[in-house]
T-cell receptor
Framework: DAGVIQSPRHEVTEMGQEVTLRCKPI?????LFWYRQTMMRGLELLIY????????DSGMPEDRFSAKMPNASFSTLKIQPSEPRDSAVYFC?????????????FGEGSRLTVL | GENVEQHPSTLSVQEGDSAVIKCTYS??????FPWYKQELGKRPQLIID?????GEKKDQRIAVTLNKTAKHFSLHITETQPVDSAVYFC??????????FGTGTSLTVIP
């Protein structure tokens, strides 16, 4: 397996524009997570899915953020409209299980810069 | 929910010295504690983990200790090398629940 695949790797956009980040998890992994990484806050969980169903979205900062997982092999994180404070690295991760032995496999990340 | 605190936020050591990173957690029910290493510009990757029924685990130069009573766990790196320079994240998890991460420790090993 190629691992968790994210796109784009880098995105530079202007304030107010819509941003869509994409993720392909490892085949067979039932859990998918979206994290945001900043210097100030480290790794913040935004939302996670189990079998394509959103389980906990309490980390989504505000209504401008939305995430979907239409099938087991694809997820999107959308920001509309984007703001400069959204600039961060967004990681997608997948895992075969939670808790004991549930290793998180991260993608390479999508570095978002909002001007 | 669980709250994980990690210290220090930055750490510099001379090559060959030991490095210790400490984390505390709030939920006594948490039973799984992984550590992730993130090299500059790379993705976080699991380097070692420990379960709540174990007090210590070693893997070559790295070891993790867990004190359930005090609700803290630590990462120990001995004989540090420049390749150990990275950001290290601790996490706590309860079976069937999500991972809660600390804010990270940036370790620099000075040659």
């Amino acid at each position: 397996d190629a691992g968790v695949i994210q796109s784009p790797r880098h995105e530079v956009t202007e304030m107010g524009q819509e941003v869509t980040l994409r993720c392909k998890p490892i085949s067979g992994h039932d859990y998918l997570f979206w994290y945001r990484q900043t210097m100030m806050r480290g790794l913040e969980l935004l939302i996670y899915f189990n079998n394509n169903v959103p389980i906990d979205d309490s980390g989504m900062p505000e209504d401008r953020f939305s995430a979907k997982m239409p099938n087991a092999s694809f997820s999107t994180l959308k920001i509309q409209p984007s703001e400069p404070r959204d600039s961060a690295v967004y990681f997608c991760a997948s895992s075969p299980r939670l808790g004991l032995g549930g290793e998180l496999f991260f993608g390479e990340g999508s570095r978002l810069t909002v001007l | 929910g669980e709250n994980v605190e990690q210290h220090p936020s930055t750490l510099s050591v001379q090559e060959g010295d030991s490095a210790v990173i400490k984390c505390t957690y709030s939920d006594s029910a948490s039973n799984y504690f992984p550590w992730y290493k993130q090299e500059l510009g790379k993705r976080p990757q699991l380097i070692i983990d420990i379960r709540s029924n174990v007090g210590e685990k070693k893997d070559q130069r790295i070891a993790v200790t867990l004190n359930k009573t005090a609700k803290h766990f630590s990462l120990h790196i001995t004989e540090t090398q420049p390749v150990d320079s990275a950001v290290y994240f601790c996490a706590a998890s309860l079976t069937g629940n999500q991972f809660y991460f600390g804010t990270g420790t940036s370790l620099t090993v000075i040659p």
